[in-house]
């Protein structure tokens, strides 16, 4: 018989990595995307132009993935949506074919984050010149 407890040993694993920031929250998010995607791959940073605010592809490059995993304990709304603006405005300079973004973070999301994920949203809705599914 399998013990119950199981899964509250689970969710306290998946709180205690979602809750990291930096490299560590972004090492988590890969792990958990490889078990989901296939074919998913995290490029290396080469050079002055980093990952290309790409922290994950899947789906035959469909698929973009940027994390950001807080640790902000002043202004957090704001460095969200910077992370949030810059990292999308770098996946576009730099990526040509995705069509879905997906943002994944463990940050606090406030008006001014949720007012810029509002936007690009719009920006780039089905009828815009570059449609992109956004998401956090």
């Known amino acids: 018989m399998i013990d119950p407890g ?14 990291r920031y930096g490299d560590a929250f972004e090492n988590y998010v890969t792990k958990v995307l490889k078990r989901l995607h296939n074919d998913f791959m995290n490029p290396d940073p080469m050079g002055s132009r980093g990952d290309g605010g790409c922290d994950g592809i899947a789906d035959g490059g469909r ?14 709304d704001r460095k969200a949506k ?29 008006p001014i984050f949720v007012r810029s994920f509002k936007n690009l949203v719009k920006q780039h809705a089905v009828d815009a010149e570059r449609p992109i599914q956004i998401e956090i």
């Open 63 to 76: 698929i973009m993935y940027a994390c950001y995993g807080q640790h902000a304990k002043t202004d957090a």
């Open 6 to 19: 199981w899964k509250h040993w689970y969710h306290a694993m998946h709180e205690e990595c979602f809750g």
């Open 82 to 110: 910077n992370k949030l603006e810059s990292d999308f405005a770098r996946a576009l300079e730099s990526w040509e074919d995705f069509t879905t973004w997906r943002f994944v973070t463990n940050a606090s999301m406030g």
